[in-house]
């Protein structure tokens, strides 16, 4: 009888906690907000607005290196007439990394993007997926530049310096032309002393703050606040600028005109002088748009 009553009482303890255990679930799903389990987006890579045509759902891909850039454009494109008359939806795409534009240009995935003509060039961007030039950016030239002393191309200048590059390979001032530079010097870039940095501004905070002796990059208007001007060395004239391609697999010139227009407007607000100075690379009147043959061009 004893050994019945201890299993009994038993089973009667592990029923019980059973009870006790489907209770509080059950309490807990009826307590628990559903909307406090959504996980907040910790980094955002797009923007997404419809235009008045609600009931189509076509969507115009854009992609910028700039966050601000892409979310006015898309704002601006999703209030065009005709925008609206072609798409529902307008996505603004961004990304700093030279990466994520690689794998935008070689996917052929935005209807609008911004990007340098080498990396266009390397992916066979515009046969492959008929992107054309809309607008470019004026040409530049990229500069060794030093806070104490005017670079010498030499060879023996470069091997006891330490030189900040660009960690990226597709950029031309930051990356290619200096190490070009080096090649034709009959350089080992093993024997140099470089510091590679992820973007043009760090480079110029690696140089201000005596990190590296000289850096490879462009030359701002404002880099006279840092840097003289006499200590700076040309490298290459006449770099072409980045350019904004439109896909053009129809021959959508309507779409076109009113996405260059947009283009140029836009530059004009900005607050740097080389992002003022655009080109349009189309002649938009009479409801035609012919292309400016020569006058762009490399």
Partial sequence: ???????????????????????????????????????PVLIETSTTCRTTATANDSEL?????????????TQKLCGDNVVAKQYGVVVGYWGYK?????EFVGKGIADLILAKNNI?????????????????FSDYTAFFISSKEKPIISKSYFLDKKIGL??????????????????????????????????HNELRDLLANGKVDIIASFW????????????????????????????????????LCAVQEHLMAMSRDQELHY??????????????????VGENNE
């Fill in 166 to 199: 660009l960690d990226y390979p597709t950029s031309r001032s930051g990356h290619i032309l200096p190490k070009q530079v080096f090649k034709d010097l009959d350089i080992n870039i093993a024997n140099l002393n470089i510091l590679y940095a992820s973007s």
């Fill in 61 to 73: 891909i854009v992609f910028t290196p700039s966050k601000n850039i892409a979310v006015q454009l």
């Fill in 120 to 136: 266009m060039a390397a992916f066979k961007a515009e046969s492959t997926y008929d992107y054309m030039p809309v607008v470019g």
């Fill in 1 to 39: 009888m004893n050994i019945k009553n201890t299993v009994l009482q038993k089973t009667s303890i592990v029923t019980f906690l059973f009870i006790v255990i489907v209770f509080a679930w059950v309490c807990g799903q009826l307590i628990v907000n559903d909307d406090e389990l959504a996980f």
């Fill in 220 to 255: 701002k208007e404002n880099d006279k606040d840092r840097f003289s001007k006499n200590y700076i060395t040309p490298l290459s004239n006449n770099i072409t600028g980045t350019r904004w391609y439109l896909k053009m697999q129809q021959n959508n010139t309507d779409l």
């Fill in 275 to 292: 992002y003022q100075n655009v080109s349009p690379f189309w002649r938009c009147e009479n409801n035609t748009a012919v292309f400016k």
């Fill in 98 to 102: 030279t990466s994520d534009s690689l």
